[in-house]
């Protein structure tokens, strides 16, 4: 870990949007998932949630490379799981879907707490998607086809809510309280001593300006007699 790496995964955390996120309704196609996972951590979302069967989630994660190690996604067995919890804390429900009641993308207010409900390749938002939203919104089209592929339609409304959160200042001071923060960057910088730490109930250890630890020769040797001896250092 060079101080430079060190320093660029403390900015990303420091973007990161706590109470932005994605909810995908039965997306299905890893490819899209996977796009989405990539738009989502570029605008600053740390965690984003997919309701899908277990077995294709498995499938997404078995292709998943790259941002998904900045991404936390977590699966629902249904959309109603995924949504309520967030409704429950606060969040806005903003599904993309065109009906009687939609509105521009561009007319919601992303700097609230959001989740963006994302739909199916071929039946786009569930019904039970629907009743749980508090806003309709959809991106127009001007062309002769009716709808974006759901990665694409996803990078569009994102940017929008990069736009205005920018503008808001949400972007300019860490907003992820102590807790996360410092786990979430011992995990990103040290991921196989982390793992470590888990598998063995171990506290994470203090990391210097470089991203290593403090003391690591100490700490080593304060573990030494547990099971330190089979981490391979
Ligand atoms: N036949 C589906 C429908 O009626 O919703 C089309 C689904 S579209 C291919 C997949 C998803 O992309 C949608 O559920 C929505 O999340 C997103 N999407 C595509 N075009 C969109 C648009 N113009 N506005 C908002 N969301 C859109």
Request: proline share 3%; charged share 25%.
């Amino acid at each position: 870990m060079t101080a430079a790496r060190f320093q660029r995964l403390r900015q990303v955390l420091e973007c990161r949007q706590p109470d932005l996120t994605i909810v995908t309704d039965n997306v299905h196609k890893s490819r899209n998932l996977s796009a989405i996972v990539r738009t989502a951590d570029a605008a600053g979302i740390g965690k984003m949630y997919c309701a899908m069967p277990d077995k294709d989630y498995k499938a997404f994660r078995g292709t998943a490379m790259g941002s998904h190690s900045w991404v936390s996604v977590q699966r629902k067995p249904d959309v109603s799981a995924a949504l309520i919890p967030l409704k429950e804390q606060g969040y806005q429900v903003l599904a993309t879907h065109l009906a009687s009641d939609s509105v521009d993308f561009r007319e919601a207010d992303y700097t609230r707490p959001t989740v963006i409900l994302l739909g199916a390749e071929k039946l786009g938002v569930s019904v039970a998607g629907c009743e749980l939203a508090d806003m309709h919104i959809t991106i127009p089209m001007r062309g002769m086809v009716q709808s974006f592929n759901v990665s694409v339609a996803a990078g569009i409304i994102l940017a929008e809510a990069e736009r205005q959160r920018q503008l808001a200042g949400l972007y300019a001071n860490r907003r992820l309280d102590d807790k996360t923060y410092y786990r979430t960057l011992f995990e990103w910088a040290q991921p196989k001593l982390s793992e470590y730490c888990r598998e063995n109930g171990l506290a994470y250890p203090a990391l210097d300006d470089d991203g290593e630890l403090v003391d690591g020769l100490a700490w080593q040797h304060a573990v030494r007699d547990d099971r330190a001896a089979k981490f391979d250092w």
